[in-house]
């Protein structure tokens, strides 16, 4: 057996495939092995920089897969979000009448007057006062 199959499979598997696989053998001649253990393994510098590499390999394509599903998940959600919104707007405009648009108005030149100190602009154009006070005079 070679070892990265050993590897591959786990410590505790390769140890109990080998160990099977020496018992066929050993069988042939009459001795019995009870177990098997293998221990202070010593691999080339470059054997074990590519385990840890396959291993960090595997590690970032999980990553990459949970960042992945994060972003899915958040999309969905601001995707609801606006579609709450919408829906929300939709039935607001619905709503609108002439009478609440006159309301808004009104209530828009309430805070403006609540506002005002009482003096009128120092400069002014040809513009239309703040306050439209005929509109109140045709009702």
Partial sequence: MKVPEILGRGMS???TAVSKAGKYAYLL???????FSIVNFKFSQQF??????KQTAEQLALKAQRDLDRIKVEA????AQAQAEAEALRLQKQNVTHELIQLR????????????NGQLPSITGAAIPFIDARTYMKQ
């Fill in 105 to 116: 108005q009104i209530e828009a030149s309430l805070k403006a007057i609540e506002k005002w």
């Fill in 48 to 53: 074990s920089m590519a385990i840890e590499a």
């Fill in 13 to 15: 598997e390769g140890a």
């Fill in 29 to 35: 001649i009459t001795i019995v092995v009870d177990d």
């Fill in 76 to 79: 969905t959600q601001k995707i």
